[in-house]
């Protein structure tokens, strides 16, 4: 199994914008797929997730500020970040949400004025 790639951090001011990608390899059709933060000294979490029909969960911490997609076609799954807050700063990972892939290397997103 390879690890998923992600990509698109960097830093922002607050209010900001940033695009996340994810690209997994081998097909994620049919998987619930998800993007987690690991904020400093913080454990991982799980952000929003996306069904395999497109139906999206969120954290109620960004609730309405980010909107997860996906395109099974390209196996890339999107985070869109709106509104961002110096607490969205962390480093953010894509996976399976049941039996994950290996944690790739994540995207560094810092939210700082």
């Known amino acids: 199994q390879v690890q998923p790639v992600e990509s698109g951090g960097g830093l922002v001011q607050p209010g900001g914008s940033l695009r996340l990608s994810c690209a997994a390899s081998?097909?994620?059709?049919?998987?619930?797929m998800g993007w987690y933060r690991q904020a400093p000294g913080k454990q991982r979490e799980l952000v929003a997730r996306?069904?395999?029909?497109?139906?999206?969960n969120y954290a109620d911490s960004v609730q309405g500020r980010f909107t997860i997609s996906r395109d099974n076609a390209k196996n890339t799954v999107y985070l869109q970040m709106n509104s961002l807050k110096p607490e969205d700063t962390g480093v953010y990972y894509c996976?399976?949400?049941?039996?994950?892939?290996?944690w790739g290397q994540g995207t560094q997103v810092t939210v700082s004025s």
């Open positions: 996976n399976k949400v049941i039996n994950p892939l290996p």
């Open positions: 081998g097909h994620i059709f049919g998987f619930t």
């Open positions: 996306i069904m395999a029909l497109g139906s999206a």
